[in-house]
């Protein structure tokens, strides 16, 4: 784009910035307008209950040394330190990298970016996430977990107006994100290859990442949020059904008799009983490992992330629990052994989560649980008066109930 293309895109987004935001904070949306992007006003509106729009720069935090110190990206982000810092210097942009909480923990630009980036708390220990600083690239990277450019007065606080932000997650090699890269310059410098910039640093930090990685040892099987089977840390490939029965096997210690299973498997449909032994017979081909026979039961030790929460669980362990349940047991999965321990589990943990008394829990489990209103109520119960955590719940209820 001109620079007479990039002024005319920022004075509409001005007046739309204008004529929106004031009325976001006291009612509901205005009517849909193209020049706003749906992604944009969705976060103004999730975010003006704890960020306003006139503060000069965003709230810090004390312990950005250590959380750098103990980061994984740390490694990574510094080897890479030249073609960072080429990359902000030859072209005044200025670069930064967050936790996954949206904190920087590591920052570098040109002489006029560093300033200005300065004076925003641009810097390490900057909370730029959506609660705390609104509308911008960081926090809407984090936020969809897909790439994210914010230009001039889609910022909601205005002291960014003048800034366009290129950013995307970084994600270690099980799949988690850990943070973000964003490369910042003023509205003016509006470039399209600095999103190619962006993207292309971040894959060389996650290659650098899977290189550090020491794998698990043994047969590992993942099965909440996603499914997944490894030894020695290599991924096996495995059918979705045999998944399913190596999860139910693994959840059944004491094995089941090939009634049970059949029914577990297929339910009522009219699959014979020799369909069964075939797909057992597979999966002991595929893992490696034994199953006996009259009752069908793992022999071989197998670690289970689900066999671990509800290890969690029974032993009143709420925070492992929380910590373990990175989403339903096999999401895809029609089976109906599958779907009544994934019934299981859910209401399992969310009850767990409700019975404590620790906010962390609710804290936690509510980054995923967004639209349960009553976790993010329970959240605000537990947090004392005073403690900043409670714009967190505040804004997650709000989108919870408004959004």
């Known amino acids: 784009m001109t620079r007479k293309t990039l002024a005319q895109r920022r004075a509409v987004l001005e007046k739309e910035w204008a004529d929106w935001v004031p009325r976001l904070a006291v009612a509901a949306a ?147 994100t850990l943070g973000v890269l964003d490369l910042s310059s003023t509205w003016d410098r509006s470039h399209p290859l600095a999103m190619a910039t962006v993207q292309s640093l971040v894959i060389a930090i996650e290659a650098r990442l899977r290189s550090e990685a020491q794998p698990e040892p043994g047969v590992r099987l993942n099965c909440l949020g996603s499914g997944g089977l490894t030894r020695d840390g290599h991924r096996i490939r495995m059918r979705p059904r045999h998944l399913e029965i190596l999860a139910l096997l693994a959840l059944e210690p004491d094995g089941l008799t090939p009634d049970q299973l059949h029914f577990a498997v297929y339910g009522d449909r009219p699959v014979t009983t020799s369909t069964l032994k075939a797909d057992v017979s597979h999966l002991r081909r595929e893992t490696g490992g034994e199953i006996s026979n009259r009752t069908y039961r793992l022999i071989s030790p197998l670690w289970c992330d689900a066999v671990e929460l509800v290890t969690a669980l029974r032993a009143g362990d709420t925070a492992t629990a929380v910590r373990l349940y990175r989403g339903p047991l096999l999401p895809e999965s029609e089976t109906p052994g599958i779907i009544r321990w994934r019934q299981y589990l859910e209401v399992a943990v969310r009850t767990a989560v409700l019975s404590s008394t620790d906010p962390n829990d609710a804290l936690a489990y509510g980054q995923r649980a967004v639209e349960d209103a009553e976790i993010h109520e329970h959240a605000l119960r537990l947090l004392p008066a005073g403690d900043g955590r409670r714009s967190i719940a505040a804004a997650r209820l709000h989108a919870a109930l408004h959004g």
């Open 30 to 176: 205005p009517e849909s307008n193209p020049a706003v992007r749906t992604e944009v006003a969705r976060s103004w509106t999730r975010s003006l209950p704890t960020v306003d729009p006139s503060r000069d720069s965003a709230p810090g935090t004390a312990d950005s040394d250590a959380r750098w110190a103990r980061s994984p990206l740390r490694g990574p982000v510094l080897d890479l330190s030249d073609q960072l810092r080429s990359a902000t210097e030859d072209a005044e942009y200025v670069a930064a990298v967050t936790d996954e909480t949206g904190t920087i923990l590591w920052a570098h630009g040109g002489t006029v970016m560093r300033r200005r980036a300065e004076q925003v708390n641009f810097a390490p220990g900057g909370r730029w996430d959506e609660t705390h600083m609104g509308t911008n690239a960081l926090s809407l990277a984090l936020e969809s977990g897909r790439p994210a450019t914010v230009f001039s007065a889609e910022h909601l606080v205005a002291a960014l107006h003048g800034w366009v932000c290129y950013c995307a997650p970084i994600r270690d090699a099980q799949g988690r």
